[in-house]
């Protein structure tokens, strides 16, 4: 098993940037592929971004290309989220979440909130 902590969450207005973190214990944090999903009051859960477990490659949803990045340093089992030109829009809470298999995220953290005002 793996337990995740996520931290960065925050008000910022529109423009700004946040930038979440992941701290993952457990079992060995390089053997998960890592993602973000975000959800927005009233709405359903949604994929954010993943990672595979060497950091090499990442996938993104549409609605954040080109202003998010995530990345990961395995040596410090922590995932990032760098989240530039936020919208209000962007506001949700954001989970971290390991998956054994691509695709399947067995472990969600707690979520931290993240508020942009416009």
């Known amino acids: 098993q793996v337990q995740l902590v996520e931290s960065g969450g925050g008000l910022v207005q529109a423009g700004g940037s946040l930038r979440l973190s992941c701290a993952a214990s457990?079992?060995?944090?390089?053997?998960?592929?890592m993602g973000w999903f975000r959800q927005a009051p009233g709405k359903e859960r949604e994929f954010v971004a993943a990672?595979?477990?060497?950091?090499?490659?990442?996938y993104y949803a549409d609605a954040v290309k080109g202003r998010f990045t995530i990345s990961r340093d395995n040596a410090k089992n922590t995932m990032y989220l760098q989240m530039n030109s936020l919208k209000p829009e962007d506001t949700a809470v954001y989970y971290c979440?390991?998956?054994?298999?691509?695709?399947?995220?067995?472990?969600w953290g707690q979520g931290t909130q993240v508020t942009v005002s416009s």
């Open positions: 979440a390991a998956a054994e298999s691509v695709g399947v995220y067995d472990y």
């Open positions: 457990g079992r060995t944090f390089s053997s998960y592929v």
């Open positions: 990672i595979r477990r060497n950091g090499r490659s990442t």
